[in-house]
């Protein structure tokens, strides 16, 4: 029988309220059955991690900005600018999301920090910005840039850096402004500062790992024939939750898809034998943690166990290689080799591994500087990277191990420990 579309919602709607009369009459009967929104035993058992955490202080992001201003008298450059993001954060404490409208800080060599809002956020930008002494504001038919450009000129910039991520149209907004300004690459000053980790920022990203890690193995345990990707992603992102990292969580693949380094967009149920792969992490106070863990359901075939184990000698060899002043692309160099010898790749060719071997993480989930042939940039203490090799082998699976390091003098460390078998992920 057809039933249109008006019947249709007609009908509905009848049905409604007739169900609606019922629930009035008559309570649905208890029923000692769990709530389909409760979380898992695993989950629910879990007590946030958070209370001893250390946010960065005022002393620290002071001598982060003193430090700046040492680097661009060093490669003389007179100011940086910079928009709402990571690099903002990391120098001034405030928080600031994008839109059209600009806000910038202007960081000089020498001077006060100069910041523009638009007219209509001035409050919430000095509630932000403490005590600033030059917060300049822009209405709505009136021109940012000329504002940043005429704080760049009080301050005597003749040569100004541009922060990586701010947006073209900025740029060329202030560009159009001050014509006479010559404007270069301030990367020399944000991952000269960012790149080296402070003892209270690796202990940030110390909590971060640690709280990712619990939530693996607290969702670990809810695996179960017939579940989806959002079954375990959902609960992953609930164990953060619980361990006080609201906006913690992982990408999930089963099967053959685990062969795509970043997933797939085929839905998947597991099923026996399946490899599973999670790949994510949280933040704390804005520090990131980035942690893979690849198992089994069920017994894991001689196949699996065979390139698993390859990639946890690969991810071996990449942390021995991980000395202080060697380059980062010896660490990439060690790892694909232990791959390569194994008959897979060469260089990122498939079946073998299709990506580079880590990326500096912080701030930023991926930050400078990366363990990626022809990186030369020597190894130093207070670096952070992610160490992830990976094996990948379409039609099959594919195995990425991934745990980060930081680097001490004495060499690397992990903040996570690896895997110690496919069947065992947690150490």
Not at 333 to 345: E, H, L, N, P, S
Not at 348 to 361: A, F, S
Request: glycine residues 10%; contains cysteine; neutral net charge.
């Amino acid at each position: 029988m057809r039933i249109d579309r008006r019947a249709f919602l007609g009908t509905s709607a009848a049905a409604a309220v007739a169900t609606a009369a019922c629930n009035q009459a008559a309570p649905p009967p208890a029923s000692s059955a769990p709530a389909a929104n409760a979380a898992p035993p695993s989950i629910a058992a879990l007590k946030p991690m958070t209370g001893d955490v250390k946010p960065i202080t005022d002393d620290e992001r002071a001598a982060r900005v003193e430090k700046a201003r040492t680097l661009m008298v060093d490669n003389k450059i007179d100011a940086i600018y910079l928009e709402g993001g990571s690099s903002m954060f990391y120098f001034t404490g405030v928080r600031w999301g994008l839109s059209e409208r600009p806000f910038v800080a202007v960081i000089p060599a020498k001077g006060d920090i100069g910041w523009v809002c638009p007219g209509f956020e001035e409050e919430r930008a000095r509630e932000l910005v403490k005590d600033a002494k030059d917060v300049r504001v822009w209405q709505e038919d009136e021109s940012p840039y000329r504002q940043i450009a005429a704080i760049l000129k009080d301050r005597g910039a003749k040569t100004v850096g541009v922060e990586e991520r701010l947006r073209y149209f900025i740029v060329s907004g202030v560009r159009k402004e001050a014509p006479a300004m010559n404007f270069v690459d301030a990367e020399v000053i944000t991952a000269g500062c960012r790149m080296i980790k402070s003892a209270a920022e690796i202990a940030l990203m110390q909590k971060a790992m640690d709280i990712t890690l619990a939530s693996y193995r607290a969702a670990f345990e809810t695996f179960k024939e017939g579940m989806t990707q959002d079954d375990l992603r959902n609960h992953i992102a609930a164990a953060h939750r619980a361990l006080g990292a609201a906006g913690g969580g992982a990408s999930v693949s089963f099967g053959k898809f685990t062969a795509f380094p970043h997933g797939s967009i085929e839905p998947q149920k597991l099923k026996e034998g399946d490899v599973i792969q999670v790949d994510g992490g949280c933040a704390i106070d804005g520090y990131q943690s980035d942690i893979t863990r690849t198992t089994v359901f069920g017994k894991p075939t001689p196949r699996q166990i065979e390139v698993w184990n390859l990639e946890k000698q690969a991810q071996a060899a990449g942390f021995a290689a991980a000395k202080i002043g060697a380059p980062c692309e010896a660490v990439d160099a060690a790892a694909r080799k232990v791959i390569t010898d194994a008959g897979f790749g060469p260089d990122y060719k498939v079946p073998g591994l299709p990506h580079r071997t880590g990326h500096g993480i912080g701030l930023d989930g991926h930050e400078w500087t990366n363990f990626v042939r022809g990186n030369k940039t020597p190894l130093a203490a207070g670096m952070c990277f992610s160490d992830e090799p990976m094996i990948a082998i379409y039609g099959e699976f594919g195995i990425r191990l991934e745990d980060c390091i930081y680097m001490t003098e004495a060499g690397p460390k992990w903040f996570t420990q690896p895997s110690p078998s496919i069947d065992k992920p947690f150490a």
